[in-house]
C-alpha cells in the first residue's frame, strides 16, 4: 500500500496550492479519503474529507470556502485545492484513506509565509 503525496511547498499569504495524493496498493474506489495537517506543537487534525464516490465532503471550520478536496477514482488520486492560504495553514499535510483499515501517507511541508 502507498499513499504519496505532493504538491507542498512555500507559499506567500493570499496564495494557492493544491495537494495531491496518488494511491496504489488497495481498492481506492471503496475507502473514504482525507487529508490531515500537524502544525508545529499541535495535534494532527481533520481538515477535509470526501465519500468513497465522492459524492460527499466535509470540512475543518478554519478552511470552509478556501479548500477543495476532490477525487478522481479511475486515476487512484485525491486532492485538495487550497486558496486564500493564511500562516496558521503552515502545516505538514497528510493524505489518509479509511475503509475499516487505514492508511497514511508519508505528508508533504506546507508553508504560508510572508
Known amino acids: 500500500v502507498h499513499l504519496v503525496e505532493s504538491g507542498g511547498g512555500s507559499v506567500q499569504p493570499g496564495g494557492s496550492l493544491r495537494l495531491s495524493c496518488e494511491a496504489s496498493g488497495f481498492t481506492f474506489s471503496r475507502y473514504s479519503m482525507s487529508w490531515y495537517r500537524r502544525a508545529p506543537g499541535k495535534e494532527r487534525e481533520l481538515v477535509a474529507s470526501?465519500?468513497?464516490?465522492?459524492?460527499?465532503?466535509n470540512y475543518a471550520d478554519s478552511v470552509k470556502d478556501r479548500f477543495t478536496i476532490s477525487r478522481d477514482n479511475a486515476k487512484n488520486t485525491v486532492a485538495l485545492q487550497m486558496n486564500s492560504l493564511k500562516p496558521e495553514d503552515t502545516a505538514v499535510y497528510f493524505c489518509?484513506?479509511?475503509?475499516?483499515?487505514?492508511?497514511w501517507g508519508q505528508g508533504t511541508q506546507v508553508t504560508v509565509s510572508s
Open positions: 489518509n484513506a479509511r475503509w475499516g483499515l487505514v492508511y
Open positions: 470526501i465519500s468513497s464516490d465522492g459524492g460527499n465532503r
